[in-house]
């Protein structure tokens, strides 16, 4: 091959996969709703069609990415859904918003105990947070677009999206048809409402030092106690962003949309 059109063909491949990787591609958009509105950004599968129905993942980031930009949120996980050979695999829609700064995504105490590790007191039950309010508004509006296949709805998040995934499921029992918390924790009282219902891959470092592993561990035991299909993948030397793991993972996404009601 003449050097020069290598050099073409090489700059044209690298290109690719910039543009593959443009976050661009999440378009931005606000959901308005009783009582506020809600940042999110959505991605399209590759030549959407209005006149089909994909699979929907909603994905809720963690707390160092809240705030009211809009963009913060695509830090983490973004590039998996934005993989050209993903979105080729698995045409879906993505949609990923974003929690307000001095919000929450889980209804949840946070306390520290003497060791300096933080306690967490979760009540999925009680009163939604003005974040999961919209968070919740914005599902039901997407799941009544006409473009969303009911079977294949799936959530997931890391950290604090991790313990609003949990909450998510338990405040939507018969929506999703898989669940993918990455870090989370939630209350294990709580399973009752959907461990029949729902596949879960819980993911977790095991020297996580921000959302200490027993979290996940309960919420895996009462699950499985409760007859639920849930997978765990606790990583022993990962600390807190145990989600670099996750979504390394080669059978996590064939796993996911595997899944349907």
């Not at 949120?73 to 973004?78: A, F």
Request: aromatic share 12%.
């Amino acid at each position: 091959m003449n050097k020069y059109l290598f050099l073409i063909v090489i700059i044209s491949i690298c290109f690719s996969k910039v543009k593959a990787q443009d976050k661009s591609e999440f378009k931005s958009a606000r959901h308005q709703y009783k009582g506020g509105a809600i940042p999110f950004r959505i991605l399209y599968p590759l030549e959407f069609d209005t006149s089909k129905k994909y699979p929907l993942v909603f994905f809720l980031h963690g707390a160092g990415e809240r705030g009211n930009d809009n963009k913060k949120q695509l830090v983490h996980g973004s590039k998996l859904f934005l993989d050209a050979s993903n979105r080729s695999k698995y045409p879906a829609i993505v949609v990923m918003p974003q929690c307000a700064t001095e919000d929450f995504w889980a209804n949840v105490e946070k306390t520290k105990v003497e060791d300096g590790q933080r306690s967490f007191t979760f009540n999925p039950g009680g009163k939604p947070t003005p974040a999961m309010k919209g968070a919740l508004s914005l599902l039901d509006s997407l799941t009544s677009s006409g473009v969303v296949d009911k079977k294949q709805m799936y959530v997931g998040g890391l950290s604090m999206g991790g313990m609003g995934t949990f909450e998510m499921v338990c405040r939507r029992p018969n929506t999703f048809a898989a669940a993918i918390p990455i870090c989370g924790g939630s209350n294990p009282e709580s399973v009752k409402k959907y461990a029949k219902k729902v596949s879960f891959w819980v993911f977790h470092g095991a020297k996580d030092n921000v959302v200490p592993p027993i979290q996940s561990e309960q919420m895996v035991e009462a699950i499985r106690s409760k007859g639920g299909d849930v997978k765990f993948s606790l990583y022993p030397e990962a600390n807190h962003n145990s989600w670099d793991k996750a979504f390394g993972e080669p059978e996590l996404l064939p796993w996911l949309f595997s899944q349907k009601k």
